[in-house]
Nanobody
């Protein structure tokens, strides 16, 4: 149905930057999706990071990443990005992208997203 593949994770030092990408592919190739980025640190629950509507008109960020992370999308490339700057040790986690039908709108809840990628590890060293 819908396949999400993340890339761009890695190991960087505190204060560094990374850019995550999530490519969306569907069987029909014509569906529209609202997208979210979430993360999960060891021993913690998966948490919201950022979300973007199909048109990019609506964008949300978690308070912990506001001013440091930027979510964007290129629908022509079926790709969503998460630009992460001024990275901190507490940003260390597996980052997941997620999708839900665009008609349902953008939400911050893990439970509202139907499709998930396999995750990409982001590690910040101090």
């Amino acid at each position: 149905q819908v396949r999400l593949v993340e890339s761009g994770g890695g190991l960087v030092q505190t204060g560094g930057s990374l850019r995550l990408s999530c490519i969306v592919s569907t069987r029909t190739g014509s569906s529209t999706y609202a997208m979210g980025w979430f993360r999960q640190a060891p021993g913690k629950e998966r948490e919201f990071v950022a979300a973007i509507s199909w048109t990019s008109a609506t964008i949300y960020y978690a308070d912990s990443v506001k001013g440091r992370f930027t979510i964007s999308r290129d629908n022509a490339k079926n790709t969503v990005y998460l630009e992460m700057n001024s990275l901190k040790a507490e940003d260390t986690a597996v980052y997941y992208c997620a999708a839900r039908p665009a008609r349902l709108g953008v939400t911050l809840s893990v439970a509202d997203y139907d499709y998930w990628g396999q995750g990409t590890q982001v590690t910040i060293s101090s």
